[in-house]
């Protein structure tokens, strides 16, 4: 499918497209909710430590909690990426799936 | 710059619309002591604040605010999706949906509009933090009476919940910051500065000490040459 959606394009590049398809299962709602929720915890956590570390720069164990919660939520979002669409405008696609509904604020947002 | 985020801080799940919660939630959004004064508030101040620490925390509770007036915004819009206008107009809404319609606006829970005069920004580091302590402890008690109002509907006391939480936590960093700010204004001074006292037929090249002919260290001067030299 992935070979496919290169082979048809247009653009004439090369560049390989990171999206995958979405899995299909009857539970697939859930699984996507639950990697947002995740995901949503470990963002949650970062902003958190970093309000923290600004006026605690030098604590080392808020500082080690941070990298591995960036690590994580680095790891989980271009996974989450690859198979709901983006979660910034920076996140390359062949598909412009940013347009996807729903935006946050919508009901059934993830 | 900023980049956009496709996701909501914290989650808002709305069974049902109740735009009679909608009409005093929207106050977060645009009232004296909402999410948007905030968030300006502290991005405002944070370009002239001289303390690195105070610096990084008025940028990124601001930051945090701005996701906060998202989750207001979405949290006034779910409340009221899909309701007809008579339900807005029974709801108190009626004089909101004649000017707004269906989009959110921000207003106070009275209806006026957003007011740039509660931002406080008053180019002194101390009174700007005593400023936003205030602004986060004036935000949780609005949080905590939205919440006596909106026991009703778990959902939303739900998230005005978390929202309250933030202002504890912006109020303790804020709290730490202004600390840093206090022990550094308080910090006793000393400066080193090249000394020119001692030599001879130095004349002063400051235009102001030698047209008034004024010196402000002529106590300090010893160089005998008290209307050139001012150091």
């Given amino acids: 499918m992935l070979e496919d959606m290169n082979e048809n394009r247009n653009c004439g590049c090369t560049c390989v497209c990171p999206c995958e398809q979405e899995p299909e299962c009857e539970c697939k709602e859930a699984i996507r909710r639950d990697m947002m929720m995740?995901?949503?915890?470990?963002?949650?956590?970062?902003?958190?430590?970093?309000?923290?570390?600004?006026?605690?720069?030098?604590?080392?164990?808020?500082?080690?909690?941070?990298?591995?919660?960036?690590?994580?939520?680095?790891?989980?979002?271009?996974?989450?990426?690859?198979?709901?669409?983006?979660?910034?405008?920076?996140?390359?696609?062949?598909?412009?799936?940013?347009?996807?509904?729903?935006?946050?604020?919508?009901?059934?947002?993830? | 710059m900023w980049n956009y985020n496709k996701t909501l801080?914290?989650?808002?799940?709305?069974?049902?619309?109740?735009?009679?919660?909608?009409?005093?939630?929207?106050?977060?959004?645009?009232?004296?002591?909402?999410e948007l004064g905030a968030s300006l508030r502290y991005l405002s101040q944070r370009f002239a604040m001289p303390d690195e620490k105070a610096k990084a925390i008025l940028n990124d509770i601001g930051t945090e605010e701005l996701g906060h007036l998202e989750m207001v915004g979405a949290l006034v819009h779910r409340l009221t999706d899909g309701v007809c206008p008579e339900e807005l107009a029974k709801a108190g809404l009626g004089a909101y949906y004649t000017d707004h319609g269906v989009d959110v606006y921000p207003q106070s829970a009275a209806g006026m509009p957003f007011d740039a005069n509660c931002l406080a920004c008053k180019g002194d580091p101390v009174a700007n933090l005593q400023e936003d302590l205030a602004a986060e402890q004036k935000a949780r008690a609005t949080y905590e009476k939205l919440i006596d109002l909106c026991k009703d509907d778990p959902d939303v006391v739900d998230v005005l919940r978390f929202l309250r939480e933030r202002e504890v936590v912006h109020f303790q960093r804020f709290g730490e910051a202004l600390r840093g700010v206090q022990d550094k204004l308080a910090r006793k001074n000393f400066y080193m500065n090249e000394c020119k006292m001692e030599m001879p037929n130095f004349e002063c090249t400051n235009a102001f000490n030698s047209v008034n002919n004024y010196s402000p260290c002529d106590s300090l001067c010893n160089c005998n040459n008290n209307t050139k030299c001012c150091r």
Wanted: with cysteine; aromatic share 16%; hydrophobic share 30%.
């Fill in chain 1, 38 to 110: 995740q995901l949503r915890a470990y963002y949650f956590s970062i902003n958190d430590l970093a309000l923290y570390l600004d006026t605690h720069p030098d604590d080392e164990k808020a500082l080690c909690l941070h990298r591995e919660y960036a690590k994580k939520a680095r790891e989980l979002s271009d996974k989450y990426q690859k198979l709901y669409g983006p979660l910034t405008i920076s996140y390359p696609c062949r598909k412009w799936r940013w347009l996807e509904e729903p935006w946050p604020w919508e009901r059934g947002s993830f």
């Fill in chain 2, 9 to 34: 801080q914290y989650p808002i799940k709305i069974k049902c619309a109740n735009p009679r919660l909608a009409k005093f939630i929207i106050s977060q959004y645009g009232g004296p002591d909402g």
